[in-house]
């Protein structure tokens, strides 16, 4: 399974959309903290595994596998209270730029996972910019004023 995270950076953290083909899986949310650069994101651009975790505490989660260490998507509540580097999945965002109904969308995005994994497919996000067209081009989609 092949997923495709498109990423904004804001100066408030950055937004971005999951998708598997020209499905929608999820929105993201990557938190800003005063302890990080503001607009740095959980893990830079690029391709990687992405594998099933599971705690008492938050129950089945991802985990996307880099080499400078795991970034887990968590609901949001959980990253605010962990003050924790993580994307949170929403189902959208209010006018403020609030994640909403972020535990569901963690659930609807963990299943789908989960249930490609069973089935003996190897998961893989690629994470890329929308700022940078020729990217966005390669996976066939639409780019405003191209």
Not at 32 to 46: S, T, Y
Not at 81 to 97: D, H, L, N, V, Y
Not at 105 to 130: F, Q
Request: glycine share 6%.
């Amino acid at each position: 399974m092949r997923l495709l995270m498109i990423r904004r950076y804001r100066r408030d953290g950055t937004r971005g959309v999951v998708t598997q083909g020209h499905k929608i899986l999820a929105l993201t949310f990557e938190q800003a903290h005063e302890a990080f650069h503001p607009r740095l994101p959980c893990i830079p651009e690029g391709a990687y595994p992405v594998s099933p975790g599971y705690s008492e505490k938050q129950g089945w989660y991802l985990t996307v596998k880099t080499a400078h260490g795991n970034c887990p998507f968590l609901p949001a509540e959980s990253i605010k209270m962990q003050k924790s580097r993580a994307i949170a999945p929403a189902t959208f965002f209010t006018a403020e730029g609030k994640p909403m109904f972020s535990r569901l969308a963690n659930v609807k995005l963990t299943t789908a996972i989960l249930e490609a994994i069973e089935k003996g497919e190897e998961v893989v996000l690629e994470i890329i910019s929308e700022n940078n067209p020729e990217t966005v081009r390669s996976w066939n989609l639409k780019v405003a004023n191209s």
